[in-house]
């Protein structure tokens, strides 16, 4: 089995943590290491869309925590589900999220902020080699993404 699929589990063991504390969050991790690790075990469209419906619940799970009441990210589910299903890029829209979420909870949200930072600069490096899932730089940089931003997440929340 490959690291992007086993790393996936990073997901859910922080969902697993939070589901005490900040349930709704928890359940999405749990959700989108689910998702992913479908996708990272196949790798077909349609998997992909679950992958990305996964980290767009989890974006709304983290706005309804920490930015608007609960019901507005409900009433903003349909729409992520079109996003996912587009396959339009998306990065934006849930990075932009994520800085909202540390905004709002800024000053301790600044290791959350830190680790996503990294994250992010690690996914971007393992970017290069995604036409070949298979390759190890891509492997172990995408693997690194999914334990930092459960972490980040894991820590910005709990």
Do not use: C, K
């Given at each position: 089995?490959?690291?992007?699929?086993?790393?996936?589990?990073?997901?859910?063991?922080?969902?697993?943590?939070?589901?005490?504390?900040?349930?709704?969050?928890?359940?999405?991790?749990?959700?989108?290491?689910?998702l992913s690790a479908l996708y990272h075990i196949g790798h077909t469209p349609e998997a992909r869309r679950l992958d990305r419906l996964g980290v767009l619940i989890l974006t709304l799970a983290l706005l309804a925590q920490a930015v608007w009441p609960w019901w507005v990210?409900?009433?903003?589910?349909?729409?992520?589900?079109?996003?996912?299903?587009?396959?339009?890029?998306?990065?934006?829209?849930?990075?932009?999220?994520?800085?909202?979420?540390?905004?709002?909870?800024?000053?301790?949200?600044?290791?959350?902020?830190?680790?996503?930072?990294?994250?992010?600069?690690?996914?971007?490096?393992?970017?290069?080699?995604?036409?070949?899932?298979?390759?190890?730089?891509?492997?172990?940089?995408?693997?690194?993404?999914?334990?930092?931003?459960?972490?980040?997440?894991?820590?910005?929340?709990?």
């Amino acid at each position: 089995m490959r690291l992007e699929v086993i790393t996936n589990a990073a997901y859910v063991i922080a969902g697993g943590a939070l589901l005490d504390s900040t349930p709704m969050v928890g359940v999405a991790l749990i959700l989108t290491g689910v998702l992913s690790a479908l996708y990272h075990i196949g790798h077909t469209p349609e998997a992909r869309r679950l992958d990305r419906l996964g980290v767009l619940i989890l974006t709304l799970a983290l706005l309804a925590q920490a930015v608007w009441p609960w019901w507005v990210s409900l009433l903003l589910l349909p729409a992520a589900g079109l996003l996912a299903w587009s396959l339009r890029p998306m990065d934006l829209y849930v990075a932009a999220a994520f800085g909202l979420v540390i905004v709002r909870l800024w000053p301790t949200s600044i290791p959350s902020a830190i680790l996503f930072l990294l994250a992010l600069a690690v996914a971007a490096y393992g970017e290069r080699y995604e036409d070949t899932p298979e390759d190890m730089h891509y492997q172990v940089a995408h693997g690194i993404w999914h334990v930092l931003s459960a972490i980040a997440v894991a820590y910005l929340v709990g």
